[in-house]
């Protein structure tokens, strides 16, 4: 019987198994759906489905840089931190960040369709498909970024063995030892202190006026404080505010290897322009950290074995 197009993506659709390995199971079943969801149930490629379900968010944050001036982020969840920690699953979010970093994929739909470098007789999403049915948990490669910079260099760091990852994107006259060792320091300060922006200049009116709305109801809510003079009430408003944005802006905060704790990130950078002979600034970052927003499975060993027991 031949075998279709149509019939490898519905067997594809049905077990979550790759391309290729749909394709051998039709031949080798002469075309019978049901006996190639057995063969491929036998084989251990339809595993992915059944954990498909499963909440994945562990996993690791990784990066691969092509030079000085690309870099590209990725995250790669899994179910549990012990797989997390496991060296097949770390090679395989390492090859992904490598197929980020040489990717013009615009989206993670379409890299998902990329050929695999590794073999492009195969997607990325079929090389994920047979990494779930070796490692046997519910893997996601969840998002990827890359940076590639127009005026300077990118620097890179990752916190906490894969924790968080960052980029940073200069822009700058001059890059040499001294920019990129401050652009490195830089992306610890993002790791670190987690900015929303770079600069002020990003934020637009609209969420300044938001966050004023919200401090107003606030202090209106306060027996105490909404007694006060109209006057002072803006006043402490705008003190807050500012207060906010030098948390959540990158050059406002503090400097975190300030000698004098006092030093921004702002100042920071007017120094090493100084010291090299030209402007060096930071464009834009990439903060991502493994499973923020993600929710994360709740485990209760006890109602469990309960369960078991029928307690």
Known sequence: ??????????????????????????????????????????????????????????????????????????????????????ETFQEFVKAVAVQAVNSDAADLDAFMDEAWNEDASKSVKDALVEKVAVIGENLKIRRFEKVAAAHGCVATYVHGGGRIGVIVEADSDVVNDTVKEAMVNIAMQVAALSPKYVSRDEISEEYIAHEK???????????????????????????????????????????????????????????????????????????????????????????????????
């Open 1 to 86: 019987m031949a075998i279709t197009a149509a019939m490898v993506k519905e067997l594809r659709e049905m077990t979550g198994a790759g391309m290729m390995d749909c394709k051998k199971a039709l031949n080798e079943t002469n075309g019978n759906m049901d006996e190639a969801v057995e063969f491929l149930r036998k084989n251990g490629q339809a595993k992915a489905e059944k954990k498909a379900s499963r909440i994945a968010a562990e996993g690791l944050c990784t990066i691969a840089a092509k030079d000085d001036q690309t870099a590209a982020v990725v995250e790669v969840n899994s179910e549990t931190d012990f797989v997390a920690k496991n």
């Open 213 to 311: 709305e919200i401090l107003l109801a606030q202090i209106m809510n306060d027996p105490k404080e909404s007694q006060k003079p109209e006057k002072v009430i803006k006043g402490m408003i705008e003190g807050r505010v500012s207060k906010e944005l030098k948390e959540i802006c990158l050059v406002d905060q503090v400097y975190v290897k300030a000698e004098d704790g006092k030093q921004t990130v702002a100042k920071y950078l007017e120094q090493v322009s100084k010291e090299v002979g030209g402007k060096v600034a930071v464009k834009r970052f990439v903060r991502f950290e493994t499973g923020e927003g993600l929710e994360k499975k709740q485990e209760d060993f006890a109602a469990e074995v309960a369960a078991q027991m029928g307690m």
